[in-house]
Nanobody, 115 residues
Framework: QVQLVESGGGLVQPGGSLRLSCAAS????????INWYRQAPGKERELVAR???????NYADSAKGRFTISRDNAASTAYLRMNSLKPEDTAVYFC?????????WGQGTQVTVSS
């Protein structure tokens, strides 16, 4: 069992930056692939970035060049650094931990990009 808690969201102006954290409790964090998703009002949840247990990363086209996913296994925490934020990045951001058939979700953190 893994419990995930996201933090770091908030209100930021266009062009600004935020760093989201996904803190995990429970065992074996390093064995899980970590994914960041987001869901804007009226839209489906979409994958933003992922980092494998081995550290390989992938990004949605909308995130490439602006977002960076990372993980600190010793701290059982994953991060999503978001730069050059745009109003269309406004959404609730969720992290999940996945390994085989096991998937755990956090409760989400709101990111609002507005002037």
């Amino acid at each position: 069992q893994v419990q995930l808690v996201e933090s770091g969201g908030g209100l930021v102006q266009p062009g600004g930056s935020l760093r989201l954290s996904c803190a995990a409790s429970g065992s074996m964090f390093s064995f899980y692939n970590i994914n960041w998703y987001r869901q804007a009002p009226g839209k489906e949840r979409e994958l933003v970035a992922r980092i494998s247990s081995g550290g390989s990363t992938n990004y949605a086209d909308s995130a490439k060049g602006r977002f960076t996913i990372s993980r600190d296994n010793a701290a059982s925490t994953a991060y999503l650094r978001m730069n050059s934020l745009k109003p269309e990045d406004t959404a609730v951001y969720f992290c999940n931990a996945a390994s085989g058939s096991y998937i755990f979700w956090g409760q989400g953190t709101q990111v609002t990009v507005s002037s």
